[in-house]
């Protein structure tokens, strides 16, 4: 029996690997994950609700952060042709299936993955969209400082796009948002979960802010 998480960086779990063919947003995917990686034999219902209400942008920089075996960055990559996306994760088994869908679904010529702490192997660079399903098991406060550095991370007017379980505090999750950003707006809810966006102001609207 091994002790490790999803999250671990290097998963013990002798691997058994899944693939399987599922629709999001109108087109078929095809995903292979594996013992020790978040979802490891389907799209999990969170990330299935975030990635088919999410507005995309049609051109810019996508980053999918926490991004396991990759379906939210695969999808956007596929939905928004015009968009180059970077996918990041602790878990290097994670890392590698991401890379190995990217490929198997043909987008891997604009999707780069990273292994990455948070938003470490990123230093200077600027999202015009942030899509995750953060690791709430992982605790507030990982989750907080991702939620908050996210910022620094975006473009003005970039948004961050994240699912919450109802249960897991999702309407505390929201709070927070509309402390640290101003606003928070629902994009959807359904199936115990919710999806909120934040966006960063644009110039005009952070004159005479501090
Ligand atoms: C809830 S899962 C979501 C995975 C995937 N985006 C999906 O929708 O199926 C959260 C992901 O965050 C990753 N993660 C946890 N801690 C992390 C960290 N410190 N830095 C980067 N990724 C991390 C986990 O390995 C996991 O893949």
């Given at each position: 029996?091994?002790?490790d998480?999803?999250?671990?960086?290097d998963p013990?779990?002798?691997?058994?690997?899944r693939r399987?063919?599922e629709r999001?947003?109108?087109r078929e995917f095809?995903?292979?994950?594996?013992?020790?990686v978040?979802?490891?034999r389907r799209?999990?219902?969170g990330?299935?609700?975030?990635?088919?209400g999410?507005d995309?942008p049609?051109r810019?920089?996508?980053?999918?952060?926490?991004?396991?075996y990759?379906?939210?960055?695969i999808?956007?990559?596929?939905?928004?042709?015009g968009a180059r996306?970077t996918?990041?994760?602790?878990n290097?088994?994670a890392v590698?299936?991401?890379?190995?869908?990217?490929?198997l679904?043909?987008?891997?010529d604009?999707?780069?993955?990273?292994e990455?702490?948070?938003?470490s192997?990123?230093a200077?660079r600027?999202f015009?969209l942030?899509v995750?399903n953060?690791?709430?098991?992982?605790g507030k406060a990982?989750v907080?400082?991702w939620?908050t550095e996210?910022?620094?991370?975006?473009n003005?007017?970039?948004?961050l796009a994240?699912?919450?379980r109802?249960r897991?505090?999702a309407?505390?999750?929201?709070?927070?948002l509309?402390?640290w950003y101003?606003?928070c707006?629902e994009?959807d809810?359904g199936?115990g979960?919710?999806?909120?966006?934040?966006?960063k102001?644009?110039?005009?609207?952070?004159?005479?802010?501090?």
């Open positions: 029996m091994t002790t998480h999803y999250f671990s960086p013990e779990a002798p691997s058994r690997r399987w063919t999001l947003r109108g095809t995903f292979v994950s594996d013992a020790g978040f979802s490891g799209v999990d219902p990330s299935r609700l975030l990635i088919e999410v995309l049609e810019g920089d996508i980053l999918d952060l926490g991004c396991g990759g379906v939210l960055g999808v956007c990559a596929a939905c928004a042709p996306v996918m990041v994760d602790i290097r088994r590698e299936l991401a890379r190995e869908n990217a490929a679904n043909g987008v891997a604009r999707v780069d993955v990273l990455s702490d948070g938003f192997a990123l200077g600027r015009d942030i995750t953060p690791p709430f098991r992982q990982l907080s400082r939620l996210a910022r620094h991370y975006l003005a007017g970039g948004r994240l699912v919450v109802t897991q505090g309407l505390s999750w929201r709070r927070r509309e402390e101003g606003h707006r994009v809810k199936g979960y919710r999806v909120y966006e934040v966006t102001p644009g110039p005009e609207q952070t004159e005479g802010r501090t």
